[in-house]
């Protein structure tokens, strides 16, 4: 049998251009706060008065709040250091503002479920209004030109 050779051509031609614009205008009045650290700390809190019959003043809740956000700003790479760091932070804050823990396992995964999952819901307070309007421009070109080519003589042998 006579072998052949095997060709192979490949040829690709591609081009693209892309362009976009976009333009806003609005007005608007008002202010939003951003609330959810406030309430995360009542939530805490409450949580916390439902094992002892401590009530807590307008101070603690701020002083507690003003320490959630600052222990949410700090930004760690792992999770588990992050998470425990941020659990320790929170019980120095609570303890430092009269927060006193009856039963260390209850007052632990009090803080502990209220810190993982009393965040979920991002919450703000104030009232605002805004109108704005959006001009965009998109431009696309796109060239493509793909050209493929196999040539294949196979080789098929049988010994005896």
Same mark, same amino acid.
């Given at each position: 049998?006579?072998? @052949?050779?095997? %060709?192979?051509?490949?040829?690709?031609?591609?081009?693209?251009?892309? /362009?976009?614009? !976009?333009?806003?205008?609005?007005?608007?009045?008002?202010?939003?706060?951003?609330?959810? &650290?406030?309430?995360?700390?009542?939530?805490?809190? @409450? &949580?916390?008065?439902?094992?002892?019959? $401590?009530? *807590?003043?307008? %101070?603690?809740?701020?002083?507690?709040?003003?320490?959630?956000?600052?222990?949410?700003?700090?930004? *760690?790479?792992?999770? =588990?250091? =992050?998470?425990? $760091?941020?659990? =320790?932070?929170? !019980?120095?804050?609570? @303890?430092?503002?009269?927060?006193?823990?009856?039963?260390?396992?209850? *007052?632990? #995964? #009090?803080?502990? &479920?209220?810190?993982?999952?009393?965040?979920?819901?991002? =919450?703000?307070?104030?009232?605002?209004?805004?109108?704005?309007? $959006?001009?965009? /421009?998109?431009? %696309?070109?796109? $060239?493509? /030109?793909? %050209?493929?080519?196999?040539?294949?003589?196979?080789?098929?042998?049988?010994?005896?």
């Amino acid at each position: 049998m006579e072998n @052949q050779n095997i %060709e192979i051509k490949n040829f690709r031609i591609s081009t693209s251009l892309r /362009n976009q614009t !976009d333009v806003s205008l609005g007005f608007g009045k008002g202010r939003m706060n951003y609330v959810t &650290d406030a309430v995360q700390a009542m939530f805490i809190l @409450q &949580d916390l008065q439902s094992q002892s019959p $401590t009530i *807590y003043s307008a %101070e603690q809740v701020e002083a507690i709040a003003q320490g959630v956000t600052l222990i949410r700003n700090n930004r *760690y790479l792992d999770y =588990r250091i =992050r998470y425990k $760091t941020q659990l =320790r932070m929170l !019980d120095s804050v609570l @303890q430092e503002n009269g927060v006193k823990p009856t039963n260390v396992i209850d *007052y632990f #995964t #009090t803080i502990s &479920d209220n810190w993982l999952y009393g965040n979920r819901i991002s =919450r703000m307070s104030g009232r605002s209004w805004s109108h704005s309007v $959006t001009v965009g /421009n998109r431009f %696309e070109y796109t $060239t493509s /030109n793909s %050209e493929q080519n196999l040539l294949a003589a196979p080789k098929y042998q049988f010994d005896k």
